[in-house]
């Protein structure tokens, strides 16, 4: 029996790197200063460094990370903020609890990036802020985003929890806005030993006051001007993420080559109905998944697909099945089934392959051949 194929190897990273984590860790836990401690100052500093922007304020999750990142912005109530249906819902949370109104807006069809086309005829005289959401680790195009920033003067605040490190037209996640949130949830590119969370930006206002919206709304000691919480990044998943960071340009890398690998390979299996996303960003992709749509020319439902693949051991994963303004929680909104088809069409059609650096080009194979096998033989497929 072959080995299991999962979506994400978080354990073959964290082998990679036993020694050197492990010595962060005894360092952190004899130190003492867990809660903003001088390794997540380092840390700060240097993962803003890295997304080629000036200062870095560490947080609790990536969620926090956009609801207070907001807040330091001066977005809030009675403000509407622009974002896509198709994304994780920590978006659409994070603009609820900052206060502002969320504005929905669908997707493009081949790329699932959010649709600038849709989003503009979306603003209102009250809209002041658009999220562009660099999905599955391509960014919204900077130049699109910056004309449409500057002819209706919005605020641009990236969601850059998936693409740590991904470029675009010369633009690195994380540069083009007035700031952005990354996620340090364990699978994403860069991952902590947890949740955590950071927002960028070159404004040190905007950095000072999130500095104050982490820490209680305390800019000082006992002192506190305004409604704050308690969101920090612990010292001790900075001194982890500290480790992992000069490795992330090259498991970026080695993610390119499998997505590349996996276009090759996927190619003949066009006219059997798997349509990869399309890549617009060539090497600046930072492929956090590697999604195909397992569209209607395909002999299988994307639900038997995936079965199929599980019987031969390989784990794939959707990425969203519902997208935000179908959710439950999120009636009250007034959205409802044909608001976004786009949005709609990939709920349904979206499968995740396995990606992650170190994965083999055995695997990547066996993957696909995998796919292959299900779609030339659906009904001979045991359950
Ligand atoms: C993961 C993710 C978030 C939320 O990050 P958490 O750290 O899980 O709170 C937000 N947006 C997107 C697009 C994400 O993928």
């Known amino acids: 029996m072959s080995s299991p194929i999962p979506l994400t190897d978080l354990a073959l990273l964290h082998r990679s790197l036993q020694p050197q984590l492990e010595a962060v860790i005894q360092t952190a836990m004899l130190q003492g200063d867990f809660v903003l401690g001088g390794a997540l100052l380092d840390f700060e500093i240097a993962f803003a460094r890295a997304c080629g922007s000036e200062h870095g304020v560490g947080v609790g999750s990536g969620t926090d990370a956009i609801t207070l990142g907001l807040r330091a912005c001066g977005i809030g109530q009675g403000d509407e903020v622009l974002l896509p249906a198709n994304t994780f819902v920590a978006t659409l949370i994070g603009v609820l609890q900052s206060g502002a109104t ?42 699109q985003l910056l004309d449409l920033s500057s002819t209706y003067d919005l605020m641009i605040f990236e969601d850059a929890a998936q693409a740590h490190l991904a470029e675009r037209e010369g633009y690195r996640a994380g540069s083009v806005g007035m700031a952005a949130a990354f996620s340090f949830y364990p699978s994403k590119n860069l991952g902590a030993l947890g949740d955590g969370g950071m927002v960028v930006t070159r404004e040190a206002q905007i950095a000072e006051r999130l500095r104050s919206l982490r820490n209680y709304g305390a800019p000082c000691k006992h002192y506190h001007t305004e409604f704050g919480v308690n969101s920090r990044l612990d010292t001790l998943q900075a001194a982890v993420l500290g480790v992992k960071l000069p490795h992330l340009p090259h498991w970026n890398r080695d993610r390119l080559r499998i997505a590349q690998r996996y276009d090759e390979l996927l190619a003949p299996l066009q006219f059997a109905g798997i349509q990869p996303i399309t890549n617009v960003s060539g090497g600046g992709h930072a492929y956090h998944l590697y999604v195909v749509c397992v569209t209607n020319a395909c002999p299988l439902e994307r639900v038997a697909l995936q079965a199929a693949l599980e019987s031969r051991r390989v784990s794939t994963g959707i990425h969203y099945p519902v997208p935000c303004h179908l959710q439950p929680a999120f009636r009250y909104l007034g959205y409802k089934l044909g608001d976004f088809p786009n949005a709609e069409r ?38």
């Open 102 to 143: 969320p504005v929905l807006v669908d997707c493009e069809p081949d790329t699932a990036l959010i649709d600038l086309v849709a989003a503009e005829k979306a603003i209102t005289p009250r809209t002041r802020a658009i999220i562009p959401v660099h999905l599955y680790g391509q960014m919204v195009s900077p130049r």
């Open 346 to 383: 990939l709920s349904h059609q979206v499968l995740s392959l396995p990606i992650y650096p170190g994965m083999t080009d055995a695997q990547i194979q066996r993957v696909v051949g995998a796919i292959e096998a299900a779609v030339s033989a659906p009904f001979s497929v045991s359950c």
